[in-house]
């Protein structure tokens, strides 16, 4: 029986702790086998190089959209365990999962073909206060299903 997961990946501390979240469709409900597709966003500009300097706009939002696992980049499990990315199963109440993987790639290539800017702006302190980026992709593909956005915060 397939699943859908949210799952999230360290990505750095500049001072913070900072995670990128995913979405994760696994069509027999194993999700350590590689055949799992993902959604997932990243900024074109990988070096972020300006974030400790104000800077706000990073590129291009880039959407994986319906993407095999191993072909995701750090999306990928890349050796760490399912426990070890969170993998959080999403209440779908009831609904097919394939008829749910499917809005969720339609609204995730609106968003695609949005050619959006993956920004965020912090206060002072570099507590994101505002953002369109990744997490931000995953948080309305999620809320254009009525589901819940906060899974793992």
Do not use: C
Request: charged share 15%.
């Amino acid at each position: 029986m397939s699943k859908l997961y949210i799952a999230t990946r360290y990505v750095a501390d500049i001072p913070y702790n900072y995670s990128h979240l995913y979405l994760v469709y696994d069509p027999d409900d194993n999700p350590s086998n590689d055949n799992e597709r993902v959604i997932s966003g990243a900024s074109s500009d990988t070096n972020f190089s300006g974030v400790l300097w104000g800077q706000t706009n990073f590129g291009d939002l880039l959407v994986k959209i319906d993407t095999p696992i191993n072909s995701a980049g750090l999306d990928a499990l890349n050796g760490d365990s399912v426990a070890e990315r969170y993998y959080t199963s999403l209440d779908i109440f009831g609904l097919q999962t394939d008829n749910v993987w499917g809005y969720m790639v339609g609204h995730s290539t609106a968003i695609h073909n949005a050619e959006l800017d993956y920004t965020f702006s912090y206060d002072g302190f570099l507590n994101i206060i505002a953002a369109q980026n990744s997490n931000s992709l995953i948080a309305s593909v999620l809320t254009a299903l009525g589901l819940d956005s906060t899974q793992l915060e």
